[in-house]
């Protein structure tokens, strides 16, 4: 086990990222790009770049524990330092993150849909995507969906793209963790925000704790639940008379009929990693979530009894995104002190480094260079100045509150945001014909950029806060970490880039899983895009209103939590429910009914009692399900559709 000085000697603060580490962290980043492609590219197996923390730096992180443990055993060698340990898991967390399918692959995607496809006439988009961004060359576009001729990449065709949109991605990057480091301090040491995803790695590489985590034997029977969950899931994927366990209870079978059809689908979804680490998440939040998506099933039945067509109601979507942009102001407004000061010591200069890792120069610098450089960048590529301006602040905003729910929920989900609104909101209040209006490329090179929205790219950046939490506590200079990130999504997108086009030129993307991830998301987009050029988008007065509403009750919660202390609900958890509340609600539920006895019955005492159980539910099914399986599924082939396992 590793244990911190606590001293906190400079000395000490400069291990992170050492050279070591650095390399360490590549090789383990290079392996864990292999993986990625067998598991997500060549095989559909358990999509392993989707979970939070990423399977593969979970893994990452136990080997070189594992590898400590042995070095000192045999009294070889000079074991890792915990910093440098934990330097080593965001990095391949993060760039392994970057090569999965909710960035370099739904890239691809949206690159190659319209020169493959001729769906509802998505060709006519052709002319209005930049062949500096986009290949044109149909044989090219061709090689990716069906192999190549010579199985071999055409770099000469793709290297000028790939650097540029490389750019793109870092100069993203770069300002939504200057923005993320700016907010931090105003979180950690003002609001004194939890940061449960920290506790992890934390706590796995020792965090002073009266019993150490790999000891304690409350861990081992959470790890254990867990473990014999999964096992019997992926025993019953290999041998089907075993029985299984299943992923999920629908209680929405009963409801047959209108009005009461509309609670359909009501599924509770079995997911340990997410009552692991909600155990962890306040009271108010957890019940905030179940309670609000209860409360969308009961409008949405209301609805169909009151003549709304079935399948509208209640807008969760559009809901959620006028509760991020909401909740934006209020952290913003939080936080207006420390930004305030923090641009004082910018104006007057000096070479103060707080907790956020960077200068403050640095940070307004970062956010102002880093927003023109993509602004002009999809400006350049075909869209309205005016319409990029406005989607790149609203991507930038959600990707902000996402980050912040991380740190005050910790909820392990990438996806758990309102993806697409940032897009949608805008049509949905203006129609398409503005957009149009802005430019005839501007709706075309849009759906371009719709990886912003429908991918999670910018939320990865999440990474920055808790990463500068667990720099905070194991001894870490922030600018390390800052470092270590932005050299992981560089070698991410290096890697990711390189993983995919090589088995797709090599075999065919249609013949190793049908098609690339994100074929019917860019279909949709294209053709919507070439369909709004002769007929407009009318504006989505309902939707609007939706958004609306959604903005107004964050704001009414906040108020009412600023004004009643311990008011039951939070904005948060309302956020959270817009956004994946039918995959989570169940789960919110069950850990809202245990904490809520074990504080009320056993205090502060129980609930530290209990917490390593919890935490060893996570670490159990993040190394059953994630590295086990995940492991097994490159070489079992089609028995592990038998257990699908989607962090996500």
Request: with cysteine; charged share 10%; hydrophobic share 55%.
């Amino acid at each position: 086990m590793i244990r911190s000085n606590s001293g906190g000697s400079q000395d000490l603060m400069d291990l992170g990222l050492t050279r070591r580490a650095l390399i360490t962290a590549l090789l383990l980043t290079v392996l864990a790009g292999f993986w990625v492609r067998q598991s997500e590219i060549e095989v559909l197996a358990t999509q392993i770049t989707e979970s939070v923390p990423a399977i593969p730096g979970i893994t990452a992180l136990m080997l070189l524990l594992g590898a400590n443990g042995l070095m000192r055993l045999l009294r070889i060698g000079k074991p890792f330092h915990r910093s440098e340990i934990l330097v080593i898991f965001l990095f391949v967390t993060v760039s392994s993150m970057v090569m999965g399918i909710g960035v370099t692959q739904f890239l691809i995607c949206l690159i190659a849909t319209p020169f493959y496809y001729k769906t509802n006439n998505i060709q006519l988009v052709r002319k209005y995507l930049p062949n500096w961004l986009v290949p044109h060359n149909l044989q090219i576009i061709k090689g990716i969906y069906e192999g190549s001729a010579n199985g071999q990449v055409p770099w000469s065709q793709w290297g000028a793209p790939i650097f540029l949109w490389i750019c793109f991605f870092l100069a993203l990057w770069w300002t939504i963790s200057s923005l993320l480091s700016l907010l931090y301090s105003a979180w950690s040491e003002d609001e004194r925000l939890s940061f449960p995803l920290a506790s992890l790695a934390l706590e796995m590489t020792g965090e002073a704790n009266e019993i150490p985590f790999f000891r304690n034997k409350i861990m081992w029977v959470g790890f254990g639940v867990a473990a014999l969950y999964d096992s019997v899931n992926i025993l019953h994927a290999l041998v089907p008379s075993v029985p299984a366990f299943g992923k999920r209870i629908d209680f929405g079978v009963g409801f047959t009929a209108l009005p009461w059809s509309e609670m359909k689908p009501f599924i509770f979804h079995i997911r340990p990693e997410l009552i692991g680490l909600g155990f962890l998440v306040s009271t108010e939040i957890s019940l905030t979530v179940w309670v609000s998506y209860l409360l969308f099933k009961l409008t949405a039945v209301w609805g169909a009894a009151h003549g709304v067509p079935p399948g509208q109601l209640p807008y969760s979507g559009s809901q959620g995104i006028g509760a991020y942009l909401m909740m934006a102001l209020v952290m913003f407004w939080l936080a207006r002190r420390n930004i305030q000061s923090a641009w004082q010591k910018a104006v007057h200069g000096g070479n103060w480094v707080g907790l956020g890792g960077m200068k403050p120069r640095w940070m307004f610098g970062g956010i102002a260079c880093g927003f023109f450089f993509c602004w002009f960048f999809m400006w350049a590529a075909g869209m309205g100045w005016w319409v990029a301006l406005i989607y790149l602040l609203l991507v930038i905003a959600v990707a902000a509150v996402y980050a912040r729910l991380r740190a005050e929920a910790g909820v392990p989900l990438i996806w758990l945001f309102p993806f697409e609104m940032q897009k949608d909101v805008m049509l949905n209040v203006f129609g398409s014909a503005p957009f149009q209006a802005a430019g005839k490329s501007d709706l075309s090179v849009w759906a371009l950029f719709v990886f912003l929205a429908r991918g999670y790219y910018p939320e990865v950046t999440a990474y920055q806060s808790e990463g500068l939490e667990i720099a905070k506590k194991s001894e870490i200079r922030p600018q390390k970490i800052v470092q270590a990130l932005f050299l992981a999504v560089l070698a991410g997108l290096l890697l990711g880039w390189y993983n995919h086009l090589v088995p797709y030129y090599n075999y065919g993307a249609l013949q190793l899983r049908g098609g690339i991830w994100g074929d019917w998301i860019s279909t949709t987009q294209y053709s919507s895009a070439a369909a709004w050029m002769h007929t407009p988008k009318m504006p989505d007065v309902s939707r609007s209103l939706a958004a609306a509403s959604g903005a107004a009750l964050v704001f009414a919660l906040w108020l009412l939590r600023l004004w009643f202390a311990g008011f039951w609900f939070h904005p948060i958890g309302y956020c959270m429910a817009c956004s994946y509340g039918s995959l989570i609600w169940g789960s919110f539920l069950v850990v809202w009914i245990m904490k809520s006895l074990t504080l009320r019955y056993g205090g502060m005492k129980l609930y530290k009692t209990l917490r390593p159980f919890f935490l060893g539910l996570v670490l159990g099914h993040f190394v059953t399900a994630g590295i086990a399986w995940g492991l097994m599924g490159v070489w079992v082939g089609s028995a592990v559709q038998g257990y699908q396992v989607y962090f996500g």
